[in-house]
């Protein structure tokens, strides 16, 4: 596609719920980040795939949190037993070469 | 090392000057700059790396000091449409497709 797409744009789920945040990157990008925004906060690194690998999981906050890459493309992060704390903006980014990313608008995630 | 970014917050009128700085505490190979206008997603802006030049996009320009581990963002003659979050990202060593570091970012407000 011609830019990073994520779905949904909105999620309001109750707290202890699982969800699942999907990301389809530009075609033919390599490389695919999550990063996570809370109010107020800087963009907080989550995980990063290479191709269908995920070289740094080093950001995911708990083991709630998983995330998997098919097909060298669609990525999907979910988080099991939502708590509020994860409530915030879950952001995507995929780029080519040199880290230079391109990042998505985002799924709002807020827990109730 | 999540890089530290000064002011945190800044009001301009229009035409006014401003410097946004992003320091780190280790050395850096690359440092990227991004504005993030509410409720969308953040905008590449530029990447300074280690040993290059001075870089601009229109009135907006940036510089990479080796030394001090800092990189800093001018925008001149500041207009409406600059108002936004702008956040550095840094880049410790040359891999590629690396996942960014970035800091807590500066929030500007351009006024008539």
């Known amino acids: 596609g011609a830019g990073v797409s994520q779905s949904p744009s909105n999620k309001v789920t109750e707290k202890g719920k699982d969800v699942e945040l999907r990301c389809d990157p530009i075609?033919?990008?390599?490389?695919l980040y999550w990063y996570r925004q809370s109010l107020g906060q800087g963009l907080e690194f989550l995980i990063y795939?290479?191709?269908?690998?995920?070289?740094?999981k080093s950001g995911l906050p708990s083991d709630r949190f998983s995330a998997e890459r098919t097909g060298g493309s669609v990525s999907t992060l979910t988080i099991q037993r939502t708590q509020q704390e994860d409530s915030a903006v879950y952001l995507c980014?995929?780029?080519?070469?040199?880290?230079?990313?391109?990042f998505g608008s985002g799924t709002r995630l807020t827990v109730v | 090392q999540q890089p530290v970014q000064s002011p945190q917050a800044v009001i301009l009128r229009e035409g006014e000057d401003a410097v946004i700085n992003c320091s780190s505490s280790?050395?850096?190979?690359?440092v990227h700059w991004y504005r993030q206008k509410h409720g969308e997603a953040p905008v590449f802006l530029m990447i300074?790396?280690?040993?290059?030049e001075q870089k601009g996009h229109e009135k907006i320009s940036a510089s990479f000091n080796e030394k001090k581990q800092q990189s800093s963002l001018y925008l001149t003659a500041s207009q409406l449409s600059y108002s936004g979050t702008y956040f550095c990202?840094?880049?410790?060593?040359?891999?590629?497709?690396?996942?960014?570091?970035f800091g807590k970012g500066t929030r500007l407000s351009v006024i008539a």
């Open positions: 280790k050395a850096l190979y690359s």
């Open positions: 795939f290479q191709g269908n690998s995920a070289p740094d």
């Open positions: 980014a995929s780029s080519l070469a040199e880290a230079v990313g391109t």
């Open positions: 300074l790396l280690k040993g290059g």
């Open positions: 990202g840094t880049e410790r060593h040359r891999g590629g497709n690396t996942p960014l570091v």
């Open positions: 075609s033919g990008h390599t490389a």
